[in-house]
């Protein structure tokens, strides 16, 4: 089986398991898919991630932050959005095909998430980007990101050649701690997907809704 079978196996047995009702029992694919896309283009997404931006900006609203603490941001549907091109190609998953996705950095910001970017590094915090993407989209997630708004930040870190077996979970904790022991207090952690607040250095965990794909 190859590699990009088997993710697409995986996208498919995903959108089964989260479109499945309160029984239990599974939902037609097509419907699943259908919901999701209801989800992000009918408002539901953005009021939730509003939400969370608003809960999180009032928190920190009256805290004076020191001049090393940082936040840390994930970077894939935590401040740019992919939705549309997955979308684009039934929702699937093909290896070349997203790294010329990436490669075109034509992302669009996610808008509440620019919002507390925006709120961060008007309260003095060190803004620090942590992607899995590869060294070799390093250039054009950086273009991306600058295109886009988010033109302050302390350092983008991508996983490099040597990294390449280490798991995704692993690869974020060993420089949040790097980051840590090299002076940064690391105040809050943003991300889409659970394994990027895994291994600890995250400070206050902010969650946001991933419901297109998961990584493990």
Same mark, same amino acid.
């Given at each position: 089986?190859?590699?990009?079978?088997?993710?697409?196996?995986?996208?498919?047995?995903?959108?089964?398991?989260?479109?499945?009702?309160?029984?239990?029992?599974?939902?037609?694919?097509?419907?699943?898919?259908?919901?999701?896309?209801?989800?992000?283009?009918?408002g539901?997404?953005?009021?939730?991630?509003?939400?969370?931006?608003?809960?999180?900006?009032?928190?920190?609203?009256?805290?004076?932050?020191k001049?090393?603490?940082?936040?840390v941001?994930?970077?894939?549907?935590?401040?740019?959005?992919?939705?549309?091109?997955?979308?684009?190609i039934?929702? $699937?998953? %093909?290896?070349?095909?997203?790294?010329?996705?990436?490669?075109?950095? #034509?992302? @669009?910001?996610?808008? +509440?998430?620019? !919002?507390?970017?925006?709120?961060?590094?008007?309260?003095?915090?060190?803004?620090?980007?942590?992607?899995?993407?590869?060294?070799?989209?390093?250039?054009?997630?950086?273009?991306?990101?600058?295109?886009? $708004?988010? %033109?302050?930040?302390?350092t983008?870190?991508?996983?490099?050649?040597e #990294?390449? @077996?280490?798991?995704s +979970?692993?690869? !974020?904790?060993?420089?949040?701690?790097?980051?840590?022991?090299?002076?940064?207090?690391?105040?809050?952690?943003?991300?889409?997907?659970?394994?990027?607040?895994?291994?600890?250095?995250?400070?206050?965990?902010?969650?946001?809704?991933?419901?297109?794909?998961?990584?493990?």
């Open positions: 089986m190859t590699k990009s079978i088997f993710k697409n196996i995986l996208f498919v047995i995903l959108f089964i398991s989260i479109a499945a009702c309160s029984s239990g029992s599974i939902v037609n694919l097509t419907d699943a898919k259908n919901n999701v896309r209801k989800y992000y283009e009918d539901q997404y953005i009021n939730e991630m509003n939400s969370i931006v608003e809960d999180v900006i009032q928190k920190y609203n009256s805290v004076e932050l001049p090393n603490d940082a936040v941001f994930d970077v894939d549907e935590t401040v740019l959005s992919n939705f549309d091109y997955i979308k684009s039934d929702y $699937g998953y %093909e290896h070349n095909l997203w790294n010329n996705w990436l490669d075109k950095a #034509e992302a @669009k910001k996610i808008i +509440p998430a620019k !919002k507390l970017y925006d709120f961060f590094v008007f309260k003095g915090a060190k803004v620090i980007f942590l992607t899995g993407r590869y060294w070799y989209s390093c250039d054009a997630t950086y273009k991306n990101l600058v295109n886009q $708004g988010f %033109e302050k930040f302390d983008l870190i991508c996983r490099s050649e #990294e390449l @077996k280490i798991s +979970p692993q690869f !974020k904790a060993n420089h949040r701690k790097n980051l840590s022991l090299n002076g940064y207090n690391i105040i809050a952690c943003i991300g889409d997907q659970e394994t990027d607040f895994v291994g600890g250095y995250t400070g206050e965990i902010i969650k946001f809704p991933n419901y297109i794909y998961k990584i493990d």
